[in-house]
């Protein structure tokens, strides 16, 4: 607190930690990790260790995520097995290979739930969310409306601070699974406010500023 000539008459700190981040693995970090009698010690297919470091992307934020990237695409097998190790150290220090299967049964679930010809199903919008935030609380399918292309609105009671969080996602070409997220009300997300006009677009036409939907029922 300042006083009108702004000079400091009061002060007080509170230590607080932001939810939900882990703190960025670093280069200089992960070279003093030792993988010998880790679980990532004995894998040495690149490709498994590739996909092992890709499917981290929907649960990693920040820089940490683009590091994920480049460790799906890096040829240095140290390197990944590093990287692995140190991602799920942060995760569960005290058991981190159980965190990694566990993930990994979540990654196949979502391949084998929301795969296309053309995506891993932890590729696509719904499995990201799914990964992310965990199984919604509730999940309201409409494949059938008029005018409408199929879509799904994922309810979650609470995120973080946030409750009664949405997802609506879509399918626009309704020919393979990929629904589209297309809009969200939780922070960090995309946010569209004509959403409804979006999804029931199939047979219509609508205005930029056009918010109310012709309703075909």
């Known amino acids: 607190i300042l006083d009108s000539t702004g000079t400091q008459v009061a002060q007080r700190k509170k230590l607080f930690y932001?939810?939900?981040?882990?703190?960025?693995?670093?280069?200089?970090?992960?070279?003093?990790?030792?993988?010998?009698?880790?679980?990532?010690e004995h894998v040495q297919d690149l490709d498994t260790l590739q996909e092992?470091?890709?499917?981290?992307?929907?649960?990693?934020?920040?820089?940490?995520?683009q590091f994920a990237q480049n460790m799906a695409k890096s040829e240095d097998t140290l390197k990944i097995k590093r990287f692995l190790l140190g991602f799920w150290n942060q995760k569960d220090p005290k058991n981190p290979e159980l965190a990694w299967l566990k993930h990994k049964r979540l990654v196949a679930a979502m391949n084998q739930e929301f795969g296309t010809h053309a995506m891993r199903g932890y590729d696509?919008?719904?499995?990201?969310?799914?990964?992310?935030?965990?199984?919604?609380?509730?999940?309201?399918?409409?494949?059938?409306?008029?005018?409408a292309y199929p879509?799904?609105?994922?309810?979650?009671?609470?995120?973080?601070?946030?409750?009664?969080?949405?997802?609506?996602?879509?399918?626009?070409?309704?020919?393979?699974?990929?629904?589209?997220?297309?809009?969200?009300?939780?922070?960090?997300?995309?946010?569209n406010r004509q959403w409804q006009m979006f999804v029931h677009n199939r047979n219509n036409s609508f205005g930029v500023d056009q918010n109310d939907v012709i309703n075909h029922y």
């Open 151 to 191: 879509y799904e609105i994922w309810q979650y009671y609470q995120i973080g601070a946030q409750t009664n969080v949405r997802f609506v996602f879509y399918n626009p070409n309704s020919i393979d699974n990929d629904f589209i997220l297309i809009h969200s009300n939780c922070r960090g997300e995309i946010n």
């Open 18 to 40: 932001r939810d939900g981040l882990m703190p960025e693995l670093t280069e200089e970090e992960l070279s003093k990790l030792v993988i010998e009698g880790s679980f990532v």
């Open 124 to 147: 696509t919008d719904r499995g990201r969310v799914y990964l992310q935030y965990g199984p919604p609380n509730a999940v309201n399918k409409r494949y059938n409306e008029p005018s």
């Open 52 to 65: 092992m470091a890709r499917c981290l992307v929907p649960i990693s934020e920040g820089r940490q995520k």
